[in-house]
């Protein structure tokens, strides 16, 4: 579904994504994992489009992405993308003005599911509902490929588990999910590949249940056995 | 549900359901959850879902029926092996902890039933 071939961005002096050979596959949730400046969102936005590699491509089912497969992708950014006077039925109208593969009933499942109501003012939802509209608006496309970026941020306990199941509901044998988050424990049992990134890099790319298995580790244990001696 | 999540999580979850349905919490021949929904139900990767079914329909404990959803087995004499082979699974791990402390099989036996009397004396 998609495939980063020696894909480089290099942003002045600084190369914030090196080489990056990755192939992603429908059918599975995928964890993207890495510290911060590990090249992770910078990845995310040339799957997007929105940032240009400086080499290699980035295809999306063979194809360089562009505008066509925007159509196809839908992408949740850690900045805030809504404006103040908005309600959440306003966030959905602009969606729905943007992407042609917007459904209405599906945004309305997803805010009662996540307990949010039409006519609240997005500027005084709390950081947790806010990050909750962001969710349920970007899963409320149609598309192939859903990126969502630090989807666990600023959500309490409680709430996580509904964003889970609402990601668990999202996949599909057609689908491809991608989740970055610092939270690495909120999607060790619902991803089941993970790819690890360091300074710009691929360090690899694994089979959560396949690792589990021959490895005897966790996704969680991966990573502090990859980045421990990098945080301290 | 917790897992331990240096195991494979779908050996985890047939575990669970066998233990469920030994214990009567799934009824023999019920309907059991559909892939997602049983992805949603324990918070895991639709496709480790997908093996869950997989492996206990393999092993009998479960059967898709086109069209209709998978079911739990409805024959006893399958239910009562199942039964035994997780009595036998706690013991093995029983007695592997008293050998660890120390102790034989028989020591162990011995223990079990002082342990039982000391009970039944209250």
Known sequence: MLESKDLTKVFGNKTAVDHVNLKLDAGHIVALLGPNGSGKTTWMKMVTGLIKPSSGSMLFRGEPVGLESRKHIAYMSTEPYFYTWMTVRDVGRYYEDFFEDYSAQKY??????????????????????????????????????????????????????????????????????????????????????AAFMHSGRLVEKRDLEEMRMTDGVSMTDRYRAIYGHVEG | MDFNPMMPIWL??????????????????????????????????????????????????????????????????????????MARDAITGFLREMEQLGYSHAESLTLLTEEENAHAGK
């Not at chain 1, 003012?121 to 990126?147: E, F, H, P, Q, W």
């Not at chain 2, 639709?46 to 492996?55: D, I, S």
């Open chain 2, 12 to 85: 985890q979850v047939v575990t669970a359901i066998k233990h469920d349905l030994v214990c009567g919490i799934i009824q023999p021949g019920s309907k059991l959850p559909g892939g997602r929904d049983l992805a949603v139900k324990y918070s895991i990767n639709p496709n480790t879902a997908a093996r869950v079914y997989q492996e206990l329909e393999k092993e009998g404990i479960c059967e898709t029926r086109r069209g209709l959803g998978t079911f739990a087995t409805g024959d006893p004499d399958r239910i009562e092996g199942l039964r035994r082979t």
């Open chain 1, 108 to 193: 309305e499942a997803l805010l009662r599911k996540m307990e949010l109501d039409m006519q609240m003012k997005t500027k005084t939802l709390s950081s947790g509902m806010m990050a909750k509209l962001k969710i349920a608006v970007t899963l409320a496309r149609n598309a192939d490929v859903y990126m969502l970026d630090e989807p666990f941020n600023g959500i309490d306990l409680l709430a996580r588990d509904e964003i889970r199941a609402s990601i668990i509901e999202a996949a599909g044998p057609d689908k491809l999910l991608i989740l970055s988050s610092h939270l690495v424990e909120e999607m060790e049992t619902i991803a089941d590949q």
